[in-house]
């Protein structure tokens, strides 16, 4: 054509890249801001896709046509070059501002996008949201479930069945508590006849026996200790170590208590309970596989053991009654903890298990085990 | 928030979170959330060291790169913790070693550090970073010597106030000549002379070194040689800021602080002498930080010296600095946030200088940001707290060791009661506050009602009765730690408040009137708190059960008790009470 004054002088040529969200909408999008998605810049680079709507870019999943758009603005702004670093600031501190759902679903197609700067902003906006709150706050905020449960809070402490030492002493500890259980049940026939039938399900079961496992974690954790104190003290004050003699002793004084247990117990079957509830976190049946222990230890190894394993044996019939009675009245004491939790004076229904855990603050939950995740809020 | 919100970016929001209340927060959010936090924490801070387990730590948080341990209770630092008491943290060194290859940083607070430990740190982390040691002991310089050698991008070595076996300066010798990656070294508690040469060719070739505490044995003409080689120091300590007046030292001196143009802190200063203080003038302006505790200088020098610096932000003093320096303090420094003022001779009946409560009122009056606050002194009124109160209400911080215990309101002769009820009841974000003077059990109802915030309490020579502690047990809402001594405070208040104990770091309590039996309870009822008895004298021979405790260490913890003690600390459980029944029927009580 010639260029005369007549001529028609053509309009500057765009370049649009053709774009697919998963709702099935196509749209066309001025390139550079286009480009300025990594995802789509690679994919137009290497397919060669986007150039027109039959062959538009079919975005992933969580960039829906919304999002997309909020993304688009964000890329239209920061693409001119000439901006200066206030007026970025200013327009990122306004485009934040959205409710948590949106924030949430543009962080995710910010990041499907691989467009790292928004990521870091509307994460840094996320991060914002969490700060301070109680961990009930958050789940408002974010529509979570509260699904850790008592239970999980305090099964982990369960799992401290790794070191093998740890294992062989519950199996002894278990064979123990059988015997002594048989010698009652010779010794007492009330608390026979209570004995013979648990029709409660295997579940509400471990559901007590984590309620109980922690204090006899401190059982275990404690005895260990004794022991070693047993050592340490045999050279200092030998009068009080005469071994055979406080065998006999406390032999005495265990069935003297036991005795006096199931007699001063509130409900027989909370006996039963709890007699059944030692007799099931003890049982060989719940998982100690007998041959694999012994295969792991060296026989120099076993033999130290043993001999540990002996001696904690004795320091259990001593002990045990003891701790049988601290467990059902520290059970009873904890239902008795009040309620309130959070300042606004809500009453909250918990279990007593979450009360007591819910008092604990934020440094003895950074160190705890998911049992102590709990202890924390 | 969607199901297909991605893993990893949660994580990246999670590092966003700076505070570990956060981070624990977000992990009790739900499994999910407690899934992905544990597996990205690298930040672990343990208040109290036998609290927890390092395996219980380590099987949580597969992947962390920084650990702060702290060990013994707060009053170690007034020497009421026994030598041999614990706080090792050898064990804890070999789990993590275990654990954690890529660990970088390790913080120590009061515990007891061997030169095995050290040698295990250096040995066993591939890019070990930081190394800060505060409050610890047990440790010589050849322990630093392994740090100095091994670790080859040691970024800070910070010796606190640590006690060091000195056995010689030649530790320091052992950083590689291809060392140049050290950013913070604090040497200042060390005595004996490092070597001058190896310290000037290390700052010289350390290009990021940005805190520099010498020891007192550098000498004051040396200063500027090493000023000269990192004018980017942000954090000076100086050595003995003395020496013989001549006027080359004094020229080269204020040359080379000319060049230090981000100096912000500034601390050391044993030994000085005033003539040389003008040689600081030019950084004088830009000081925030200000260390002034070992410096004997007196007014007018000091105050002159204190009130060039008008950015300050925070000011430690000795007491020469008298109530006339406080109030030019008040007029000058209008940015103060924490002042501390130390006692010069504590142990004189007689006051030295002219510090008296009017200092501490003028800088509350004058400092409007002033929210931290520990300060010596021999008089103090009500009408002084109730000013400071009522000119402060965004005070955090209180300490006030007022030097003779159980001195009245020198004007009044009343206890202070209504002086710190003021402070708790218009300080409304009080977190610690430690009192002194005559205070009756009222100080402590108000301390119950009113400090809601209130985090850590140190009582000493205060209360009448049991009453006292029990308003402070079931008032203090946010108490994390209570230490006290020489209190009539006994066996009620401990047991009825059994339970808070466990929403508590710990509880100190020493000379009070706690006696075994009550401990033995305690221990008893309470499974999840360690009740340590401390005593020297041993388990008392004849009617143990209503004997006094000489010293009671409470804290709560999940790792059961602890095994390391020594001979005169018991854990009371089951245990110690069935021997403690034993010795009663022996002797026939």
């Known amino acids: 054509m010639s260029e005369g004054p007549m001529a028609v002088v053509k309009p500057q040529m765009k370049s649009f890249i053709w774009l697919q969200t998963t709702d099935g909408s196509i749209q066309q999008v001025e390139e550079d801001v286009a480009m300025f998605c990594p995802m789509i810049c690679q994919e137009v680079l290497q397919t060669g896709m986007g150039s027109s709507k039959n062959y538009a870019i079919s975005l992933p999943q969580r960039v829906n046509a919304a999002m997309l758009g909020l993304i688009l603005d964000y890329c239209r702004f920061h693409q001119v070059p000439g901006r200066s670093n206030k007026e970025r600031k200013i327009f990122d501190e306004k485009f934040v501002r959205l409710d948590t759902k949106k924030l949430c679903e543009l962080t995710s197609a910010a990041d499907g996008l691989q467009l790292r700067p928004l990521v870091d902003l509307t994460s840094r906006a996320l991060a914002r949201m969490i700060e301070g709150k109680t961990p009930e706050e958050i789940r408002e905020t974010f529509h979570l479930p509260d699904d850790l449960t008592e239970e999980e809070k305090l099964e982990p402490l369960r799992n401290i069945t790794d070191d093998p030492r740890i294992r062989l002493l519950n199996r002894l500890y278990a064979r123990k508590r059988k015997e002594l259980k048989e010698k009652q049940n010779l010794k007492n026939i009330e608390v026979e006849e209570e004995q013979h039938v648990d029709e409660r399900s295997v579940d509400d079961l471990l559901s007590f026996i984590n309620g109980g496992i922690e204090d006899s974690k401190g059982a275990r954790a404690s005895k260990n200790k004794r022991k070693n104190r047993r050592r340490k003290e045999q050279p200092r004050n030998s009068s009080l170590n005469n071994e055979n003699g406080d065998h006999k002793e406390s032999n005495n004084f265990s069935s003297g208590c036991i005795h006096s247990d199931s007699n001063n117990v509130a409900s027989p079957s909370k006996t039963s309970m709890s007699k059944d509830m030692a007799s099931v976190i003890f049982s060989p049946k719940l998982g100690f596989n007998e041959g694999d222990i012994d295969d792991e230890l060296d026989p120099a190894m076993k033999e130290q053991l043993d001999r540990e394993v002996e001696d904690f044996a004795r320091r259990l019939n001593s002990v045990w009654p003891e701790r049988m009675q601290e467990l059902l009245s520290f059970g009873q004491e904890r239902r008795l903890v009040p309620v309130t939790i959070n300042g606004n004076g809500s009453f909250k229904r918990c279990t007593e298990d979450k009360i007591l855990l819910s008092r604990f603050g934020q440094e003895m939950m950074v160190m705890s085990s998911s049992c102590l995740v709990s202890l924390s809020v | 928030m969607a199901q297909s919100f991605p893993e990893d970016v949660l994580e990246h929001v999670f590092s966003f979170l700076n505070y570990d209340k956060d981070r624990n927060a977000v992990s009790l959010v739900c499994k999910s959330w407690y899934e992905i936090e544990r597996l990205c924490r690298r930040r672990i801070f343990i208040g109290n060291c036998y609290a927890v387990s390092s395996e219980i730590v380590i099987r949580r948080f597969p992947d962390v790169r920084a650990v702060e341990l702290k060990g013994k209770p707060h009053f170690a630092d007034f020497n009421l913790v026994p030598e041999g008491w614990g706080g090792y943290v050898y064990p804890w060194i070999v789990s993590l070693a275990r654990a954690y290859p890529w660990l970088e940083e390790i913080k120590l607070k009061r515990m007891v550090v061997t030169d095995e430990s050290l040698e295990l740190i250096s040995k066993s982390f591939k890019n070990y970073k930081v190394l800060v040691l505060l409050s610890c002991e047990g440790f010589t310089t050849d322990g630093l010597a392994s740090i100095a050698a091994n670790c080859r991008n040691l970024r800070e070595l910070d010796l606190g106030?640590?006690?060091?076996?000195?056995?010689?300066?030649?530790?320091?010798?052992h950083f590689p000549d291809n060392c140049t990656s050290l950013v913070s070294l604090n040497i200042s508690c060390l005595g004996s002379e490092v070597s001058f040469c190896a310290l000037e060719r290390l700052v010289a070739r350390c290009p990021n070194l940005k805190t520099l505490r010498l020891n007192r044995a550098v000498p004051l003409e040396k200063l500027?040689?090493?000023?000269?080689?990192?004018?980017?120091?942000?954090e000076l300590g100086t050595g003995a800021?003395?020496?013989?007046?001549?006027?080359?030292i004094f020229s080269n001196l204020a040359e080379a602080f000319l060049g230090c143009k981000q100096l912000k802190g500034l601390s050391g200063f044993w030994d000085v002498v005033p003539a040389y203080l003008p040689a600081m003038y030019s950084v004088c302006s830009r000081i925030t930080s200000l260390n002034l505790s070992y410096a004997t200088a007196q007014n007018p020098d000091l105050v002159h010296f204190v009130s060039q610096c008008s950015n300050l932000q925070r000011l430690w003093v000795l007491d020469y600095i008298e109530d006339t320096g406080l109030e030019a303090l008040a007029a000058s420094c209008k940015d103060l946030h924490e002042l501390r003022v130390f006692p010069s001779d504590p142990f004189d009946a007689e006051a030295n200088v002219s510090l008296t409560e009017q200092g501490l009122v003028a800088v509350s009056e004058g400092c409007p940001k002033l929210q931290s606050v520990l300060?010596?002194?021999?008089q103090m009124s009500n009408a002084a707290l109730v000013a400071i109160a009522r000119n402060r209400p965004n005070m955090i911080r209180f300490r006030l060791c007022i030097i003779e215990p159980r001195a009245p309101d020198y004007l009044?002769?009343?206890?202070?009661?209504?002086?710190?009820?003021?402070?708790?009841?218009?300080?409304?974000?009080?977190?610690?506050?430690?009192?002194s003077g005559l205070l009756t059990d009222r100080v402590f109802e108000y301390i119950g009602t009113h400090a809601k915030k209130l985090e850590m309490l140190s009582i000493a020579f205060a209360g009448d009765s049991d009453s006292g502690l029990h308003h402070v047990l079931s008032g203090c809402e946010s108490l994390r730690k209570l230490e006290i001594r020489d209190c009539p405070f006994g066996d009620k208040a401990l047991l009825a408040n059994a339970t808070k104990l466990e929403t508590m770091r710990s509880l100190w309590m020493s000379s009070c009137s706690v006696s075994f039996g009550a401990c033995k309870l305690?221990?008893?009822?309470?499974?999840?708190?360690?009740?340590?008895?401390?005593?020297?004298?041993?388990?008392?021979d004849s009617r143990p059960e209503s004997c006094?405790?000489?010293k009671l260490y409470v804290y709560r913890t999940i790792a059961g008790p602890r095994v390391d003690m020594p001979g005169f600390v018991w854990t009371m459980d089951e245990h110690v009470s069935s021997r403690l029944s034993r010795v009663t029927e022996r002797r026939g009580d």
């Open chain 2, 412 to 435: 009044t002769l009343e206890p202070l009661d209504t002086g710190f009820g003021a402070i708790v009841e218009n300080c409304k974000e009080l977190r610690r506050l430690s009192m």
């Open chain 2, 241 to 248: 800021y003395s020496a013989e007046i001549q006027s080359d």
């Open chain 2, 548 to 550: 006094p405790v000489e």
């Open chain 2, 224 to 234: 500027p040689n090493l000023l000269c080689r990192a004018p980017q120091l942000v």
């Open chain 2, 375 to 378: 300060y010596f002194c021999r």
């Open chain 2, 161 to 173: 106030e640590s006690e060091v076996e000195d056995l010689s300066g030649h530790w320091l010798s």
């Open chain 2, 522 to 540: 305690l221990g008893q009822k309470m499974p999840r708190l360690n009740v340590e008895v401390i005593n020297e004298r041993g388990l008392p």
